[in-house]
């Protein structure tokens, strides 16, 4: 049976051999997806215990280096960084080392909007210097057998109670998290009440270590009556399994950019380095006891997410957590929703809808990103929505009927909850899945009616969303949190990237002016949309990465196609909309590769991916100033020698370009 994306490579005349410029080197262009979560608003940190903020740094120097080999035999997605420089051939997730040598983008890939025009992204020059290092951590660990490496977990508890007050920050704060609001507080203290590693020896952590992955390998209980608290307390306490002890060690990595104080000798950047190990090697030893829980399913979610945040958004290493993410929502059957309802409880049935739904989600955002077929497929699921309920609902036990829900399963309270994001984002996601099907076929044939017939569709489905949910550029967002707001527009910009995509296959499959006039509307919608982020100067590290994924995700494909096409009516001295002018378009993306190279700083795990941007869009733009003729086309521009737009404002940071963010409302 042929593929229903890709054709049968082997089958294939020569001459129908796939382009070379599909085959892109993931260390020269990079990707722009990720995952919002928003949650650090100002205010929430607290201040960590004096004790836990001056705990030393443990020396790994005389561990033993025991090699396992299971450990050997687990994938590198789960195993602790290796240190910059090792002679390794396992995946460097901060740099994109060990990926494929030809990473393959499809057409619904970001880098695609480029080759299509013959502008290939350019190789941005990589920022090794300032990229955050593995420490010693991982150079000791790869070494260890399980044992050793569970003893090394535990040990990490020396920071209990750093790890603790981080992961409770997240659960506080967190907007999209689908089950952080689940588990609470005092299931996460009890890795500081239950675990004192500072009295133990080296032979206790081990034994500590035996009695948790003892612990793995006990089936969970879940039946009608049991209890959220019961439930969770069958992972925590003397009941610690690693998968609970992964999630909480991620949960404490996406929060450790906030303003708490961390043990000494640890930076924000080190400490959630630190975490990200921890997490992957709780995965790692869970995998050994070949055993499946829902809980292991919420940390490879969180896991995914944290690693995306730490090492940029086009690490190969998501690509294959998230097969482990997939292949774990299948082996649950979360795919199927709760066929057999009255065996679990009400609480379970909604984590499992969020859960299924937030990775069905983040699927959609990551095939469309790298052009590939999407891991969960609408196809073989028939999971229905989350309730727009509050997790604290289940917690208090409450019953559903408590909730004031409409017709359609929405609250009408008018308050944003985790559960209501999850809905919003798999509805648009479920139609993305529409549009990886349409643009990854390779059957050409009446794609341009299909595309047509989604358009008509994708407008039927906004409007179906609750009016409080749509973002339309006047409903108030400057009055909202900056995360809310922020992941407001988020939505809306998922929305218009469905267009954006069928509208370029329209244009693909006849190129003709007006169509190409609609492709450049919504490209400059998204662009200036994107660009008016609420709060994008906010101190917050979370929220900065967040925005800047944002722009690229967003803002670099349609100014791509901007740019482009900006270029190509240059060329041929055709005129742009009246709607989307010449010097519209070219102030725009100027703006852009500001932002862009003002946001490349060494440390930002996006670095090369803004660079490489900001650099391929400034020499299109040069393209077009280089090549420009006047006409009464683009008589709105002054193109004499004496204009004051210099090639230095367009390739230059110029920080003047970049909007006045202290202008937007930070505190809502």
């Given at each position: 049976?042929?593929?229903?994306?890709?054709?049968?490579p082997?089958?294939?005349?020569?001459?129908?051999?796939?382009?070379?410029?599909?085959?892109?080197?993931?260390?020269?262009?990079?990707?722009?997806f990720?995952?919002?979560?928003?949650?650090?608003?100002?205010?929430?940190?607290?201040?960590?215990?004096?004790?836990?903020?001056?705990?030393?740094?443990?020396?790994?120097?005389?561990?033993?280096?025991?090699?396992?080999?299971?450990?050997?035999?687990?994938?590198?997605?789960?195993?602790?960084?290796?240190?910059?420089?090792?002679?390794?051939?396992?995946?460097?997730?901060?740099?994109?080392?060990g990926?494929?040598?030809?990473?393959?983008?499809g057409?619904?890939?970001?880098?695609?909007?480029?080759?299509?025009?013959?502008?290939?992204?350019?190789?941005?020059?990589?920022?090794?210097?300032?990229?955050?290092?593995?420490?010693?951590?991982?150079?000791?660990?790869?070494?260890?057998?399980?044992?050793?490496?569970?003893?090394?977990?535990?040990?990490?508890?020396?920071?209990?109670?750093?790890?603790?007050?981080?992961?409770?920050?997240?659960?506080?704060?967190?907007q999209v998290?689908?089950?952080?609001?689940?588990?609470?507080?005092?299931?996460?203290r009890?890795?500081?009440?239950?675990?004192?590693?500072?009295a133990?020896?080296?032979?206790?952590?081990?034994?500590?270590?035996?009695?948790?992955?003892?612990?793995?390998?006990?089936?969970?209980?879940?039946?009608?009556?049991?209890?959220?608290?019961?439930f969770?307390?069958?992972?925590?306490?003397?009941?610690?399994?690693?998968?609970?002890?992964?999630?909480i060690?991620?949960?404490?990595?996406r929060?450790?950019?906030?303003?708490?104080?961390?043990?000494?000798?640890?930076?924000?950047?080190?400490?959630?380095?630190?975490?990200?190990?921890?997490?992957?090697?709780?995965?790692?030893?869970?995998?050994?006891?070949?055993?499946?829980?829902?809980?292991?399913?919420?940390?490879?979610?969180?896991?995914?997410?944290?690693?995306?945040?730490?090492?940029?958004?086009?690490?190969?290493?998501?690509?294959?957590?998230?097969?482990?993410?997939?292949?774990e929502?299948?082996?649950?059957?979360?795919?199927?929703?709760?066929?057999?309802?009255?065996?679990?409880?009400?609480?379970?049935?909604?984590?499992?809808?969020?859960?299924?739904?937030?990775?069905?989600?983040?699927?959609?955002?990551?095939?469309?990103?790298?052009?590939?077929?999407?891991?969960?497929?609408?196809?073989?699921?028939?999971?229905?929505?989350?309730?727009?309920?509050?997790?604290?609902?289940?917690?208090?036990?409450?019953?559903?009927?408590?909730?004031?829900?409409?017709?359609?399963?929405w609250?009408?309270?008018?308050?944003?909850?985790?559960?209501?994001?999850?809905?919003?984002?798999?509805?648009?996601?479920?139609?993305?899945e529409?549009?990886?099907?349409?643009?990854?076929?390779?059957?050409?044939?009446?794609?341009?009616?299909?595309?047509?017939?989604?358009?008509?569709?994708?407008?039927?489905?906004?409007?179906?969303?609750?009016s409080?949910?749509?973002?339309?550029?006047?409903?108030?967002?400057?009055?909202l949190?900056?995360?809310?707001?922020?992941?407001?527009?988020?939505?809306?910009?998922?929305?218009?990237?469905?267009?954006?995509?069928?509208r370029?296959?329209?244009?693909?499959?006849q190129?003709?002016?007006t169509?190409?006039?609609?492709?450049?509307?919504?490209?400059?919608?998204?662009?200036?949309?994107?660009?008016?982020?609420?709060?994008?100067?906010?101190?917050?590290?979370?929220?900065?990465?967040?925005?800047?994924?944002?722009?690229?995700?967003?803002?670099?494909?349609?100014?791509?196609?901007?740019?482009?096409?900006?270029?190509?009516?240059?060329?041929?001295?055709?005129?742009?909309?009246?709607?989307?002018?010449?010097?519209?378009?070219?102030?725009?993306?100027?703006?852009?590769?500001?932002?862009?190279?003002?946001?490349?700083?060494?440390?930002?795990?996006?670095?090369?991916?803004?660079?490489?941007?900001?650099?391929?869009?400034?020499?299109?733009?040069?393209?077009?100033?280089?090549?420009?003729?006047?006409?009464?086309?683009?008589?709105?521009?002054?193109?004499?020698?004496?204009?004051?737009?210099?090639?230095?404002?367009?390739?230059?940071?110029n920080?003047?370009l970049?909007?006045?963010?202290?202008?937007?409302?930070?505190?809502?």
């Open positions: 049976m042929a593929c229903e994306y890709h054709p049968a082997l089958t294939q005349p020569l001459s129908t051999a796939r382009p070379a410029f599909n085959a892109v080197n993931a260390n020269g262009t990079g990707g722009w990720g995952v919002l979560d928003l949650s650090m608003d100002q205010g929430i940190a607290a201040t960590v215990n004096a004790s836990c903020a001056t705990s030393p740094v443990p020396s790994l120097s005389n561990r033993p280096s025991t090699v396992s080999s299971a450990w050997d035999a687990r994938s590198s997605a789960d195993r602790p960084l290796p240190v910059e420089g090792a002679d390794r051939g396992d995946l460097d997730v901060r740099s994109g080392k990926a494929p040598d030809h990473t393959y983008y057409s619904t890939s970001s880098v695609s909007v480029f080759l299509e025009a013959g502008s290939p992204p350019t190789k941005s020059i990589s920022h090794a210097d300032g990229v955050v290092a593995a420490t010693d951590v991982s150079a000791a660990t790869s070494e260890m057998n399980d044992i050793e490496l569970g003893g090394w977990i535990i040990g990490q508890l020396d920071y209990a109670g750093t790890i603790c007050t981080l992961a409770e920050i997240y659960v506080r704060a967190s998290s689908p089950v952080a609001t689940l588990v609470p507080s005092e299931s996460i009890t890795l500081e009440t239950s675990y004192t590693p500072l133990f020896s080296k032979i206790e952590q081990r034994r500590a270590a035996r009695a948790v992955t003892e612990n793995t390998r006990q089936p969970v209980t879940i039946h009608s009556n049991v209890s959220a608290r019961t969770i307390g069958q992972f925590t306490g003397e009941n610690l399994r690693w998968e609970f002890l992964g999630l060690f991620a949960w404490a990595g929060a450790a950019m906030s303003d708490v104080a961390l043990p000494a000798g640890f930076t924000k950047a080190t400490f959630a380095q630190r975490m990200m190990e921890c997490s992957n090697s709780c995965i790692a030893l869970h995998r050994q006891q070949a055993t499946s829980s829902d809980v292991l399913a919420w940390c490879l979610y969180e896991n995914l997410v944290l690693l995306t945040f730490q090492h940029g958004e086009s690490s190969h290493a998501a690509w294959r957590r998230l097969g482990d993410l997939s292949a929502i299948y082996a649950l059957g979360l795919h199927r929703g709760s066929e057999r309802p009255l065996e679990v409880p009400p609480f379970l049935v909604q984590a499992r809808r969020k859960v299924f739904h937030a990775s069905y989600t983040i699927d959609k955002v990551i095939a469309t990103f790298f052009g590939r077929p999407p891991r969960i497929s609408a196809h073989y699921c028939n999971n229905t929505l989350p309730f727009d309920i509050d997790d604290s609902a289940f917690l208090v036990g409450l019953p559903l009927t408590h909730a004031a829900l409409d017709a359609n399963v609250n009408d309270d008018g308050r944003f909850r985790p559960a209501t994001w999850v809905r919003v984002r798999s509805i648009n996601s479920q139609l993305k529409k549009v990886l099907e349409l643009l990854l076929d390779p059957d050409t044939a009446a794609k341009s009616t299909k595309a047509e017939e989604l358009l008509a569709r994708s407008q039927d489905t906004w409007e179906s969303i609750p409080s949910l749509r973002y339309d550029g006047d409903c108030g967002i400057s009055t949190p900056t995360a809310t707001g922020t992941i407001l527009l988020m939505v809306f910009l998922e929305h218009l990237q469905n267009e954006f995509q069928l370029r296959v329209l244009c693909q499959s190129h003709d002016l169509r190409r006039d609609s492709l450049l509307e919504v490209s400059m919608h998204i662009l200036t949309t994107a660009m008016g982020l609420p709060g994008a100067a906010t101190k917050s590290a979370e929220l900065q990465k967040d925005q800047t994924w944002i722009l690229l995700h967003f803002a670099v494909p349609s100014a791509g196609v901007l740019a482009n096409e900006l270029r190509l009516r240059t060329q041929r001295g055709e005129p742009t909309p009246p709607s989307t002018s010449r010097s519209q378009i070219i102030r725009q993306v100027s703006v852009l590769i500001s932002i862009l190279e003002a946001v490349s700083w060494p440390a930002e795990g996006n670095s090369d991916l803004c660079d490489s941007a900001a650099k391929t869009l400034s020499r299109i733009l040069s393209d077009v100033l280089d090549n420009a003729v006047p006409t009464l086309a683009n008589a709105d521009y002054d193109w004499t020698p004496t204009s004051p737009l210099s090639m230095t404002m367009l390739t230059e940071p920080l003047d970049i909007p006045n963010w202290s202008d937007f409302n930070w505190t809502g």
